[in-house]
């Protein structure tokens, strides 16, 4: 079965205090993973994605295909970090769905 | 920055009503989805449209929804016969072709419209 699974709805972390938001997949083949974040009214948008390695506002997500996870980081939380971020993957390359996580709420306090 | 755009942002409508939700994407791109929220769950796949046709569906989408691009900028989703259980926050994105250094080809979500079933 294609899962995304976020254990956490709510994560509340201080300012300047490191983040994780974790995120475990099931998929039999190799997916692309993705983290996407949702603002205070604003619309979805990707943050990052496992096969470009690259940090995006200050967070990283390592994908360990043994485990199955791909862990949002950021090692120090800034107050507009504040959104929905929704652990996502797409089973194929190219155009294809997105399955999505329940999503983890992070609230940063000042 | 081009974006996906939506109308309306919220329909209220009765059980049995015939709902039609727009969408326009973005304009170079070739790739067609809606998703779907209820209040409280995960974002679900509904759909994708690719040469005007559908390219793939989720058991989600049967056959009281329906989608179609009528003309070269909008991309619609209808629900011929609302449940009270369609009401939801539905998302429209679309993506443009493959290609560059990344094999997938990154959605843009529009805004959403909330569908209310009364």
């Known amino acids: 079965a294609q899962r995304v699974t976020q254990p956490e709805k709510l994560l509340s972390v201080f300012k300047g205090a490191p983040v994780e938001l974790k995120c475990n997949y099931s998929?039999?083949?190799?997916?692309?993973l993705f983290w996407y974040v949702q603002y205070s009214r604003q619309r979805l948008q990707l943050l990052l994605r496992?096969?470009s390695r690259e940090s995006i506002k200050g967070f990283t997500a390592d994908l360990n295909k043994g485990e199955t996870s791909f862990h949002l980081k950021k090692p120090f939380a800034q107050e507009e970090d504040s959104a929905m971020y929704y652990c996502?993957?797409?089973?194929?390359?190219?155009?294809?769905?997105?399955?999505f996580g329940s999503g983890t709420r992070l609230s940063i306090r000042p | 920055e081009p974006e996906v755009t939506q109308t309306p942002s919220h329909q209220v409508t009765q059980m049995g009503q015939e709902v039609i939700l727009r969408c326009v994407p973005i304009?170079?791109?070739?790739?067609f989805y809606w998703y779907r929220q209820i209040l409280g769950q995960k974002v679900e796949f509904l759909v994708s449209?690719?040469?005007?046709?559908?390219?793939?569906k989720s058991e989600i989408f049967d056959d009281q929804f329906s989608v179609e691009r009528p003309d070269g900028s909008n991309f619609t989703l209808k629900i011929r016969s609302t449940k009270l259980e369609d009401s939801a926050m539905y998302f429209c994105?679309?993506?443009?072709?493959?290609?560059?250094?990344?094999?997938?080809?990154?959605?843009?979500f529009g805004p959403g419209t909330r569908l209310t079933v009364l």
């Open positions: 994105a679309s993506s443009g072709l493959a290609g560059g250094s990344y094999s997938y080809n990154e959605q843009f």
């Open positions: 998929y039999s083949g190799s997916p692309e």
């Open positions: 496992h096969i």
């Open positions: 996502a993957l797409s089973p194929y390359s190219s155009a294809s769905k997105i399955i």
């Open positions: 304009s170079n791109h070739l790739y």
């Open positions: 449209f690719y040469n005007n046709e559908i390219s793939e």
